[in-house]
């Protein structure tokens, strides 16, 4: 391999660091669908990145953007001060969110976006004159970052077990995911999400007082735990019991804004709308780092309402919220969805995605497919004694025939950017294919 940097320093996020220095994977340039490696070798990237490059790499609107507002504003203080950017990209972001959610607090990610959202919903019911409603309740396998508040009302056990449970007061729903009876279900599963649904209500009427809870947060489509969906009418069901009990809903969309399940939101793809919606990644193209929060009108309305006249509403925030350059990607990238239609681009290629992710059933190792949108998940058979070492594998051989994936835990997780064309989705699932015969 061709100039490898010094790699002793760099303690690599979610990497198993001692594998991957020994074995080091290093990307030096990306366009398009497209990474090349340092080694000089094309990729086709069937993640884009991390969920977070919708529009394709290497998008000139955004350099062109992000360069210019270098030159311009470098940054503005956030707090007391701003600069026109701010207000411009929250305006747009707005216009693209679901009606009613049209007041935007900026972060710097994904996983300030949900502390940032669980905040808001504590604060809102002491400003309303509920400080009583002080539960949040999360979901197993749900993944809200990593932060305290997110890996609290997020469920996976392995984030947690090195730090603690992150914050008192939290409980979960179980998760939507059934292999048993859903295996191989094309798009929502169809059975089951009314009585899923109803177990929240279940839960907070036996084991809590209703009253006593703040927020619900879900993923509308759990990404980062290996894609499971939510059965038909669960969403529905969820936001019926969060409104009987006043309890305010989050959807985190971290993953699923942007096009990724072939509209704006998830929430415009099932037709449920939250209190609080929580984004980054796709928001910038991943081209600088931005996560954002958007909570109805009435939510904001009520801290303006009953704050004391003159002093701060939140006492939240980031040196890094709304920065100037990050506002600079978003807008531009906010312009390429408008111009492209990036989530007509995607729904017009899931049924298409869909068929190819499904050809792969029967072959090794594969236990179960799921898909939506431009999503897919191939849960593999784990190798007796080796948890997730037959994705790792998958992944490997992928990558060096080409093809960029994500696996976590024994299950490989496709979301290629919404650019993607339909002989290169034949490619990704026809190497996995590839891959998954060589290694039986
Ligand atoms: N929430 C969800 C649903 C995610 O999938 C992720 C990251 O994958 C996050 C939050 C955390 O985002 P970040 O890594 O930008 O902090």
Redesign the pocket.
Known sequence: MSDLPNLDHYWLPFTANRQFKSMPRLFQAAKGNYYTTIDDRRLLDGTAG???VAAGHGREEIAVSVANQLRTLDYAPAFQNSHPLAFEAAERLAQYMPPGLDRIFFT???????DTALKIALAYHRVTGNPLRNKLVGRER??????FG?IAVGGIAGNRKAFGNGLAGVDHIRHTLDIGRNAFTRGLPQDGGIALANEFEQRITTLHDPATIAALIV?PM???AGVLLPPVGYLKRLREICDKHGILLIF?????GFGRLGTKFASDYFGVVPDII?C??ALTNGAV?M?AVAVKRDIYDAFMANSPAGGIELPHGYTYSAHPVACAAALATLDIFATEKLEDRAAGLSTHFEQVAHSLKGLPFVKDIRNLGLVAGIELESIPGKPGAAAFATYLKCYEMGVLVRYTGDILAISPPLTIEKDEIDRIFSTIGEALTTLA
């Not at 985190?252 to 699923?256: M, R």
């Open positions: 991390l969920w977070c710097g990610s994904g996983s300030e976006s949900a749900g993944y809200h970052g990593v932060n997110g993923e759990q990404g980062s985190d969309e971290v993953i699923t929580t980054a990644k780092p996560g």
